[in-house]
């Protein structure tokens, strides 16, 4: 096997171990010595393919999150070439929005749920190199999902609008993740809880609804 061949294997098996640990252990709990010994390699090759944890951890977002992004936008397109000059409404936009996140979950090798529990943690990790990496991966699916929100909801300013994105990207991912204690609740309470078809099915109109409520203002003119 030539060089290049393994040092891609190599590459990815320390993604591959790094991805299951920073799920099941976060950023910060997760060591390069457990990484190098998941991936039965030494600290050598993770400082030769990556040099950080840092670089590491963004290697790991960045290979399922770029074309996630890309599936996001073109569903977006597809949706606004096909409805025209009608616009979207929020519920269109959301299940644009929904439906990469279903294949993804479905496909074990694009990341399956494993993609969704990462980003999850990816909104909730606290260590601010993360939160300063999001942004840069992320801000297309926000530009071009925040222009529709605020074209089917013009009432709402743009900063309203980008707030309630916001909250509904963290529902999104909390809801295909969760942590167990919900998980386990959930499946004694609730039928096809670990099913993302039935997560979505259930998801949409709670997003909807969040992403159209009354604004601060109506709320207390009605009072």
């Not at 609740?185 to 609804?209: E, N, T, W």
């Given at each position: 096997m030539s060089q290049p061949d393994n040092n891609k294997d190599t590459a990815t098996r320390i993604l591959d171990a790094a991805e299951v640990l920073f799920v099941e252990h976060g950023f910060e709990a997760t060591s390069l010595r457990m990484i190098t010994q998941r991936a039965e390699v030494n600290l050598a090759a993770v400082n030769y393919h990556f040099g950080s944890k840092e670089v590491l951890f963004q290697g790991v977002v960045s290979r399922r999150l770029t074309p996630y992004n890309r599936e996001c936008v073109d569903e977006l397109q597809t949706a606004q070439a096909v409805s025209g000059d009608n616009g979207l409404d929020v519920r269109q936009i959301v299940e644009a929005f929904l439906r990469p996140a279903l294949r993804m979950a479905k496909d074990p090798a694009r990341g399956g749920l494993m993609f969704i529990r990462l980003m999850s943690r990816v909104f909730s990790e606290p260590h601010q190199s993360l939160r300063e990496m999001l942004p840069t991966l992320y801000n297309d699916v926000l530009d071009y999902y925040s222009a529709a929100l605020k074209r089917a909801l013009p009432h709402l300013s743009m900063e309203e609008v980008l707030w309630r994105l916001h909250f509904a990207l963290g529902t999104v991912f909390f809801a295909f993740a969760g942590n167990d204690v919900v998980k386990l609740?959930?499946?004694?309470?609730?039928?096809?809880?670990?099913?993302?078809?039935?997560?979505?099915?259930?998801?949409?109109?709670?997003?909807?609804?969040g992403l159209t409520a009354p604004t601060f203002k109506e709320e207390a003119e009605k009072a």
């Open positions: 609740f959930m499946k004694s309470h609730m039928s096809g809880a670990r099913d993302p078809q039935q997560v979505v099915k259930q998801l949409i109109p709670y997003v909807v609804a």
